[in-house]
Structures are given as structure tokens and as C-alpha cells.
């Protein structure tokens, strides 16, 4: 089943079920971008039912200069996925002005018939006149002109007589109206006057709060497809493509999103790989990317608009999983952060699970989580917020770093109707009350979802075209690196043939992919006892217990070779406080000798928690 | 990869809320609410799942599901030639 079919089917269901679609199927429903699929979802949803629903009601008229077709459909599936139970009630072909001034719709028997929101779908017939003479560019400029006056008086008069918000567009200048006219001169003239046009157009929002102006067109010029099908258009009086008509009722949505209160207040950013690239326990404060070229660039292009989001009123909370003093140092010293560590109301900065942190810090801000947006890079992160908080906003900010901004704005979390004085100050007043957070330390992610995600690691002795990976990531690991000791290519080729040392390697697989090799251990078994010299882990691989899998490993395969103990060494670094309590929590007791710790093989309990199995050899760090 | 007669019918199907047993036995199209709303939905989705563009003419001409599965199947044909130019 492809993956639109089981969002079908999942709505489907939530319909037969009289129940909201779920957060998830939403936000995948929010993310669909084949209109086909919309429609088909659109038609679905016009069953869903009033009863036992988390999605707040909005009664939508919709009033077009055209056949409406396909946006009824559309603007549907966009509401639902915004978090909306749309009525529409849609305008008699014909009807546009006659409905709008009169203020009153076809209602559907719920409620008085009042919309909260008037959709208008408006195409080029409506301004154009019937006909116009090609050399007399002036009289059609003022025809325009008359026409968007017309419209002005419709949209007065609705102000008048009804409380709805009315949401207008700008139209999109038609082809054939330009290149009908031959000479440059006044195909320029009549660019110009469509530009009026639409400039008049968006000028209607200052009628008064409760007019709201997508600029459809200024949409479509970065979209990539056609606005128009010339056949539809002819036929049907459609002169929009299913895709315009998808971006149109996005648009609209957002505004029915702000109106109804389910915009959100609480941006979430992870650092690493989001706000600089690069991690800065590995690679340190002036290894980040930020600034200069690309990718540097992306990187704090996204920390510009997070500011100016924050300027507009959007709470800042930084939730990554470092070392603290770490963070602080690079947000206070690196010359190019742009958002300093007062810009976050609430800075969670730990080794914690980030719903864990998330949800401290709704408390903290005395906000709930459907208020957050959370952007990170990390698959697993951001899976295991939407298991733990379906009413967060998740962000990808993995892929390239080129997308990362359009990535966050696409969605409209943020918008607002008209910013307010309160709108304007509560950062700081968040910031007042939350100020800094540290949380506990804590590992832990869920049970539930670390079972859902289907961990397997594969452990063996390292290959030989395993070396250079293993040597690698004992050079980049700074955080769980457990002795600081950095075996290079020659060391670990060395070892690896050795019979009295061993060279591990492990892999990591999950229902979001392959990682392929992330943690490596060097050991000494030359006796009866085995040393670990040093055991590495990516920190892509914290919280889910795959360390835990690494020391069962080698205890068990010390025990097949008879050793009566396997000892493993902690050595502090600047870096890797994370790593502190590793041995112990690993089933390994304190052997009196400053930093060493053991455990007798046939004794130890296992340590290999229950979400993870030993994988096959097909993932392709080992390949 | 589903045939066109059965992407035709599941499409028809679906817009029409009838059972594809039902259409299998009964093809004939004006049996139906087979709409100028009906029609041009079936037609955006059959463009969108077969990645073709159908001519109007040809498709409001066809009044049975088997004109619209021989409609639908040329269309592919000729598109899957112009792809191999």
C-alpha cells in the first residue's frame, strides 16, 4: 500500500470511527503535495462528523467569480490538516457578488448561517471587461481600476453586515491578456496596471482586521507548476490548476488557523546540524559551520529568521542534547551566533530525551504543547517527539541545509492575525519566567517507542575495510569517548589482526535506516582478563541504548573465550562527562583502582536492553 | 502497477461512490451521476495517477467504461511512445 493510500485509509477510518484524524495523519495530510490525492482526501473528509472532535469548528462560505470545482475539496482537507472541522458552504455559480454584499450564505442548517470565514476564489473575467481595444491599454487600466472599486464596495458592505473574516487573493496576470498586446511599450503598460491590480487587491486588507489577502500570485511565481489548464478553463469555467488551487486553500487555512487560535507560539530548535552545522562536541566552538559560504550560511540564515520570529513574538526554547557549559560558550563566544543565550526563553541542554525537555518547558512557560514547533535534524528525535507529543509541530531540518528556512516557514505556524503589543513582548516575558532550565539528567526515552523503532545492532571484529571508519570515529568522538585514547588507522589495522587484542565495530539499523557504523572498542584480551582500552559512540546513537548493547557484547563474547573478567577504563576529558556513569550503569562495579571498573563475565545480568536485537549483515556500514 | 481497466474503474468507482461490481455489470455511464462535476473529477484524477493528458473532446465522447478504459489505454500508448523519442 503506497503511502497516500494508507493516509486515505487512515481518514477513512477516522471518519467510519466518528473520531479526528490523528496528529500524525494530519501532519501527513499536511505535507501530501499531489492535489489528486487532496481532492480524494477532501471528498472523505466532507463525512467527518461533528461528534467527540479535538479540531475546532469553523463554518467556511465559499464565493467564486468561477466554477469552484476542486477547491471545495481542497480547502477541505487543508482545514482538517490545520487542525480545523470545516462546514463550507459553497456560492451558486454566478452568485459572487449578489452573496457577498448581502453578507448572508447557504448555510446548512447549523447554526444561523454565518460563516466565520468567507473564501473568495476570483479570476481574471471578473476585473477584465468583455472586450478591449489592444491599442487603447489606458481605458483597460481604468476598467481595472473600476472593477477592484467594485469589489471594494462588495467587501464594505460584507463588513457591514456580517462577522465573518473575508479572505481575497491576488490574481495572477494572464498570459494571453500580456501577449496579446505586441508592442513592449504597452505590454509593459499592461503588466503595470494588472500590477495595480493586484497591488489594490492586497490594499483591501486595510478595510479593517477582518480582511485577509493571500498573494496568490506571488505564490504561484515559486511554484513549480502551471496556474492554468486552457482546457478545464474553457470547459468548465476552472481557471485554476489543481495545484494553484492546492497552494490557494493552504493559504486560506493558515488564515483559518490564525483566526481560530491554533497557531503556535514556542519555537523549539536543536542546535547541532540546525542552528550550526556540524557538532560542536565533536568538532568544538570553532569547528561549527556559520556564516561565510554555504553551507555556513544556511545555517544562520535560520538563526536570522528565528530571531526575527522572535522580534514578531515567537518564544525561542533551545533543546539539544550537549553538554551545557559547552553551548553556553559557543552561543556567547563564536562571532557569528545571531541568537545569543538570552534569546532563549527556556534553554534545555542536557542529555535528557527531548520530549522529556519539551514538556519541561511548556511547563515552565505555562504553555501546552500544541503551542511548540520543534525543528531537528535527527529522525529519531524528531520521531520520538511525535510518539511522545502528537500535538508538537515537527520540522525536518535533516537533508540540505539550502532548505532549512523554507523548511520552517512553509507551514504558517506562526501566523497571527495582526501583532499585538502582547504579541511583541512575550519573549521577555516568558523569558522572565522561565529563565534558565537545566533538567535532569536523564537518558531515558520512552519504552513504547524505542520498541516501535525496531533497533538492531550488529556487532563483529572489525574488517579490513572497516579500519579506516573505526580509526575515524575514534578521531571525531569527543562526548562518549570513554578514555580519550584515539587508536589511529596503523594502531587499529595492528589490533585487528593481533589474536591478543580484538577490534569491534557496531552498527546501528532502525525503521528510519541504516547508520551504519556508529561505536567501536578496542580490547585488550591477552589473559584472563580483557581490557577495553577505549569504546567509542557517535552521539547519533545517544539515548537508545545501543552502549549498553556494545558492553553486553563484549562481555559475551569474553565469556566464550573463558576470561574471568572484563575490565574497561573511564578517563575525564574536557568532553565527556556524558560518559561518567557508563561501566556502572553497564552492570560494571568500581574495582578500587581509580577510574577502572569490572564485572565478571558468567555473572553479569545482561545489559542489552529489550528494544534492541543483534542485527544480519546486510546493514551497509557493514556490508 | 495496477492495469488501466482497473485504475479506470477503482477512479470511476470512487467518484461515483458505486461498487466496481456494479459498473463491471452496468457500463454504461449515463446510468450514473455522471455529471460535468463527475466527469471532470474523474478525469483530473485519471491525469494525475496515469501521468497522461487526456483530449476533452475524446473524453466527453465516451459513453461507456470500456470508451474510457480504450480512451485512457491510447493515451498511454501515445505518451509512452513520445517518451521513448
Same mark, same amino acid.
Given at each position: 500500500m503506497s503511502e497516500f493510500d494508507e493516509l486515505l485509509a487512515a481518514l477513512r477510518s477516522a471518519v467510519d470511527g466518528r473520531r479526528a484524524p490523528a496528529p500524525a495523519v494530519r501532519h501527513a495530510l499536511r505535507h501530501a503535495e499531489d492535489p489528486a490525492v487532496l481532492r480524494r482526501a477532501g471528498r472523505i473528509l466532507a463525512a467527518l462528523g461533528p461528534a467527540d472532535h479535538e479540531l475546532r469548528p469553523v463554518r467556511v462560505a465559499v464565493l467564486a467569480t468561477c466554477t469552484i470545482g476542486p477547491f471545495e475539496h481542497l480547502l477541505r482537507a487543508s482545514l482538517v490538516a490545520a487542525g480545523a472541522l470545516p462546514t463550507l458552504a459553497l456560492g451558486d455559480y454566478g452568485g459572487f457578488e449578489l452573496a457577498l454584499a448581502g453578507g448572508a450564505f447557504a448555510g446548512d442548517g447549523d447554526g444561523d448561517g454565518q460563516p466565520d470565514l468567507v473564501a473568495c476564489l476570483l479570476d481574471e473575467r471578473y476585473f477584465l471587461p468583455r472586450d478591449w481595444d489592444a491599442v487603447d491599454v489606458v481605458a483597460l487600466a481604468a476598467h481595472l481600476d473600476a472593477r477592484l472599486a467594485d469589489l471594494r464596495e462588495l467587501v464594505v458592505a460584507n463588513l457591514r453586515r456580517s462577522s465573518a473574516t473575508i479572505v481575497l487573493h491576488t490574481v495572477p496576470v494572464p498570459a494571453e491578456l500580456r501577449e496579446t498586446v505586441i508592442s513592449w511599450r504597452a505590454r509593459a503598460e499592461v503588466g503595470r496596471a494588472w500590477h495595480r491590480l493586484n497591488a489594490g487587491l492586497l490594499g483591501l486588507a486595510d478595510e479593517g482586521s477582518r480582511v485577509a489577502v493571500v498573494d496568490l500570485a506571488g505564490e504561484l511565481a515559486d511554484?513549480? /507548476?502551471?496556474?492554468?489548464d486552457e482546457r478545464l478553463h474553457r470547459f468548465a469555467d476552472l481557471p485554476y490548476t489543481d495545484g494553484a488551487l492546492l497552494l490557494l486553500a493552504r493559504q486560506v487555512a493558515r488564515v483559518a488557523q490564525a483566526r481560530l487560535g491554533l497557531s503556535r507560539k514556542v519555537l523549539a530548535l536543536d542546535l547541532d546540524n540546525t542552528l550550526w552545522g556540524g557538532v560542536v562536541g565533536e568538532v568544538g566552538v570553532p569547528g561549527v559551520q556559520l556564516g561565510g559560504l554555504y553551507p555556513g550560511n544556511c545555517y544562520l540564515d535560520l538563526q536570522r529568521t528565528a530571531l526575527r520570529l522572535r522580534q514578531q513574538g515567537v518564544v525561542l526554547v533551545l533543546a539539544s542534547k550537549n553538554d551545557a557549559a559547552l553551548v553556553d560558550d559557543a552561543l556567547t563566544s563564536h562571532p557569528e551566533v545571531l541568537l545569543r543565550p538570552d534569546t532563549f526563553s527556556v534553554r534545555a541542554v542536557n542529555w535528557s530525551a527531548k520530549a522529556d525537555n519539551l514538556r519541561h518547558a511548556a511547563d515552565r512557560l505555562n504553555l501546552g504543547s500544541q503551542a511548540f514547533v520543534f525543528v531537528d535534524d535527527s529522525p529519531f528525535e524528531r520521531g520520538h517527539v511525535a510518539s511522545e507529543l502528537p500535538d508538537v509541530a515537527v520540522v525536518a531540518a535533516d537533508g540540505d541545509p539550502a532548505y532549512l528556512v523554507r523548511s520552517l516557514l512553509e507551514g504558517g505556524w506562526f501566523d497571527v492575525p495582526e501583532l499585538t503589543d502582547t504579541d511583541l513582548s512575550r519573549p521577555q516575558l516568558y523569558r522572565s519566567r522561565a529563565l534558565r532550565t537545566d533538567f535532569s539528567a536523564d537518558f531515558a526515552s520512552s519504552d513504547a517507542y524505542l520498541h516501535a523503532l525496531r533497533t538492531r545492532v550488529l556487532a563483529r571484529p572489525v574488517t579490513p575495510f572497516e579500519v579506516a571508519r573505526v580509526a575515524q570515529l575514534a578521531a571525531r568522538t569527543n562526548q562518549f569517548n570513554l578514555t580519550g585514547i584515539r587508536f589511529e588507522d596503523g594502531a587499529t589495522a595492528a589490533m585487528s589482526t593481533d589474536p591478543n587484542h580484538l577490534v569491534a565495530s557496531f552498527a546501528v539499523a532502525d525503521r528510519f535506516g541504516d547508520e551504519g557504523i556508529v561505536g567501536a572498542a578496542w580490547i585488550e584480551c591477552r589473559g584472563r582478563v580483557w581490557w577495553v582500552l577505549n569504546l567509542v559512540l557517535s552521539c547519533? $546513537? /545517544?539515548?537508545?541504548?545501543v552502549e549498553f548493547a556494545m558492553a553486553e557484547w563484549i562481555v559475551r563474547r569474553a565469556r566464550e573465550a573463558g576470561a574471568s573478567a572484563v575490565a574497561g577504563r573511564y578517563l575525564p576529558t574536557a568532553r565527556n562527562a556524558v560518559a561518567a556513569t557508563f561501566w556502572q550503569r553497564a552492570g560494571f562495579t568500581p574495582s578500587g583502582e581509580d577510574g577502572v571498573f569490572t564485572v565478571v563475565p558468567g555473572d553479569a545480568p545482561t545489559?542489552?536492553? $529489550?528494544?534492541?536485537t543483534y542485527g544480519d549483515e546486510v546493514m551497509a556500514g557493514h556490508d | 502497477m495496477a492495469s488501466i481497466d482497473t485504475t479506470v474503474l477503482d477512479t470511476v468507482g470512487e467518484v461515483l461512490n458505486e461498487p466496481v461490481g456494479n459498473l463491471r455489470t452496468r457500463?454504461?455511464? @449515463? @446510468?450514473?451521476?455522471?455529471?460535468s462535476v463527475a466527469s471532470l473529477e474523474v478525469l483530473a484524477q485519471l491525469e494525475s495517477r496515469l501521468r497522461v493528458t487526456l483530449d476533452l473532446r475524446t473524453y466527453h465522447g465516451a459513453r461507456t467504461l470500456q470508451d474510457l478504459v480504450d480512451l485512457v489505454a491510447a493515451a498511454v500508448a501515445a505518451k509512452a511512445t513520445a517518451d521513448q523519442r
Open positions: 511554484a513549480p /507548476f502551471r496556474a492554468r547519533r $546513537a /545517544f539515548g537508545r541504548g545489559c542489552l536492553p $529489550a528494544w534492541i | 457500463p454504461v455511464l @449515463a @446510468a450514473y451521476e455522471w455529471d
